[in-house]
């Protein structure tokens, strides 16, 4: 079993910056590809950004966030995370982390592990 546990959400202001951490409870980390999505109130879980396995040279971004979020993974210490610029009200949500031994990089339902999710809320 894999345990996924997500952290660094938060309440922000417009503009500002956050990171989010994921830590993967697995002794093979680097063999699984990550990825965050996010679900805002009323609406269907979407996909935000997803690193590929091993040394991670392969990133995919959510047009909506392409340029403002960064996704990095440090094998070292079994960690992926979100770090987030610029942010907007439309960004807020609960953000997941999720991973997979082969995820296609966009579809939520192609990974096998999921965090329980952290808010993230930006105000205006």
């Known amino acids: 079993q894999v345990q996924l546990v997500e952290s660094g959400g938060g309440l922000v202001q417009a503009g500002g910056s956050l990171r989010l951490s994921c830590v993967a409870s697995?002794?093979?980390?680097?063999?699984?590809?990550m990825g965050w999505f996010r679900q805002a109130p009323g609406e269907e879980r979407e996909f935000v950004v997803h690193i590929s396995k091993w040394n991670g040279v392969s990133t995919y971004y959510a047009d909506s966030v392409k340029g403002r979020f960064t996704i990095s993974r440090d094998n070292a210490k079994n960690t992926a995370y979100l770090q987030m610029n610029n942010l907007k009200a439309e960004d807020t949500g609960v953000y997941y982390c999720?991973?997979?031994?082969?995820?296609?990089?966009?579809?939520?339902?192609?990974?096998?592990?999921w965090g329980q999710g952290t808010q993230v809320t930006v105000s205006s």
């Open positions: 697995v002794r093979t980390f680097s063999s699984y590809a």
């Open positions: 999720a991973a997979g031994g082969g995820p296609i990089p966009r579809i939520g339902a192609t990974y096998d592990y």
